[in-house]
């Protein structure tokens, strides 16, 4: 038994001799604002004030092999002014100019495996597969009632079954890399459950998203490119 214990203590210290942890991730902001409210000549307005952070940790088990969870979350807040069309049961058709005020909120769980693929000198691009589970929360409240109701709700849960996209790494030092996350190039298959509706009306629609490149529509699939850094201990 004491033979079986030294043998195993000797694997495991020969394959954690240039083994890591790390921790990192980005921090994002978003500002967009259009038009004007304050002269409705320049109809339609819109404003877009958000931030996401987005930590993530992990171990490298060599310098090719590593496993990590991918954690998001952050709000961004809406306000908008538009001219709608709105048409009735009763034959009642008009154009009305509407105002709201949106709340969003996005969170992202994302356990991830990464194999180097490819090495230069400083840079690495690596492989990233990743599964998990992300949301989008999303709230609306009009200045008028709009279809029976002066608010909207809806949501879409998604589930990441496979999402394979490069990340290329540069090392500053031994211990800190930058790192872009090329996600328009994503691999994937996800699942979203929308759920939708107006005042007390709700309906459920399952969505599948096989996506290849830059036309992925699930929540789960971040922005197109992610630019942050991680630091090994």
Do not use: C
């Not at 033979?3 to 694997?11: H, T, W």
């Not at 840079?123 to 709230?139: D, M, P, Y």
């Not at 939708?196 to 709700?202: E, I, M, Q, T």
């Not at 309906?203 to 036309?215: A, K, L, P, R, V």
């Amino acid at each position: 038994m004491k033979k079986i214990y030294f043998i195993l203590a000797i694997i495991f210290i020969a394959t954690n001799v240039n083994a890591q942890w790390f921790i990192g991730g980005n921090l994002g902001f978003k500002v967009n604002i259009e038009g004007s409210r304050k002269n409705e000549k320049l109809l339609p307005y819109q404003s877009e004030i958000g931030f996401t952070i987005a930590p993530k940790f992990g171990y490298f088990f060599s310098e090719k092999l590593a496993f990590g969870i991918d954690l998001a979350v952050g709000p961004t807040f809406t306000e908008e002014t538009k001219t709608i069309y709105i048409s009735n049961p009763w034959g009642h058709s008009y154009y009305e100019t509407v105002s709201y005020q949106g709340t969003y909120i996005r969170w992202r769980f994302a356990p991830f495996i990464r194999y180097s693929v490819f090495a230069y000198k400083k840079f690495n691009l690596f492989l990233e597969g990743s599964i998990g589970a992300a949301a989008l929360h999303v709230k609306k409240e009009f200045d008028k009632p709009i279809f029976s109701t002066s608010a909207e709700k809806y949501s879409v849960i998604g589930v990441g079954i496979l999402n394979i996209v490069p990340v290329l790494s540069y090392k500053l030092t031994d211990h800190l890399l930058l790192e872009a996350q090329l996600n328009f190039l994503n691999i994937g298959y996800n699942m979203d459950v929308f759920t939708s509706g107006v005042g007390d009306s709700r309906e459920t629609d399952i969505i599948h998203d096989f996506n290849i490149g830059i036309n992925a529509k699930s929540v789960f699939v971040v922005s197109q490119l992610t630019v942050g850094a991680i630091y090994k201990f």
